[in-house]
């Protein structure tokens, strides 16, 4: 009975996993544009979609020449297949300092899909 019940668990659960590996095979996206506004501090991303999975939510992380990496900032919204998003984040926000190196974004539910960015300054 126990065989059965595992065996099925098994069969159930194998397919998502699997589902989810193949969703991330269709997910990508690049940075088209990235500034960093020196005088207020915020930060200007535009994204765009280039595959044919919507993008759940990205996650932000800004790294510093002296090593530091920020705490992972969730950038909330969906973005569908083709479709650009802009994001805009202040200071409160992002806790950001104008040395910073560069930024990587990365996809909440394809944690392997990430993309950097060094920004314009303005």
Known sequence: MLAY???????STLPTK???SQECNFLDFVIEDC??????????IIVKNIR???????????????????E?????????PGELKGFLLDKSQTNISSDFSKIVLTSVQCPDKSREDFCTRV
Request: glycine share 6%; no cysteine; aromatic share 10%.
């Open 5 to 11: 019940w595992s065996s099925s668990f098994v069969a």
């Open 18 to 20: 699997n589902q989810t």
């Open 52 to 70: 044919t999975v919507t993008i759940e939510g990205l996650n932000l992380q800004i790294f510093y020449p002296n090593g530091t990496i920020s």
């Open 72 to 80: 992972p900032i969730r950038l909330e919204g969906k973005i569908s």
């Open 35 to 44: 500034k960093f506004d020196t005088a207020t501090l915020s930060l200007r």
